[in-house]
């Protein structure tokens, strides 16, 4: 598989981002965190690389496999917040398999701020 080239990218990128704030993730649950977020953070890289070539199909089949690892991360820390994590996961797939794209717009846009990302995103090309 083609690896992602960080560097080509816009820092603004909210893969960019998001990637490089899953450290926090350990921070804040701890070591156990550490394969998780890694996994994630190889994910996010995969679907980065999936839509920079074009596929945005796979990029965002790709995205949905890392919120619902994040999703079980978080029911590993708090059985509520993993539920509710579990449920935008859900929303985000259900959504992409109807093709309704406006739906897993807001399910990724609900994922990023309850992830801690409160800034106002520009409407992502799709």
């Known amino acids: 598989m083609k690896r992602l080239n960080v560097a080509s ?3 603004s990128d909210s893969f960019l981002q998001l990637i ?3 450290g926090e993730l350990e921070v804040v649950i701890g070591p ?3 394969p998780a977020v890694a996994e994630v953070r190889n994910l996010l890289r995969e679907a980065a690389a ?3 070539r074009g596929d945005v199909p796979g990029a ?3 995205i949905s496999a890392a919120m619902q690892r994040l999703a079980a991360l978080a029911g590993g820390v708090d059985g509520e917040e993993g539920a509710m994590m579990r449920a935008i996961s859900a929303s985000f797939a259900q959504s992409l398999g109807a093709g309704d794209k406006g739906g897993a717009k807001r399910a990724l846009e609900t994922m990023r701020i309850k992830a ?3 800034t106002k995103k ?3 090309d799709w």
């Open 50 to 52: 999936a839509r920079q």
């Open 20 to 22: 490089d704030r899953l």
């Open 60 to 62: 965002l089949g790709i």
């Open 9 to 11: 990218l816009s820092q």
């Open 32 to 34: 156990q965190a550490r």
């Open 116 to 118: 801690g990302d409160c």
């Open 122 to 124: 520009e409407d992502p």
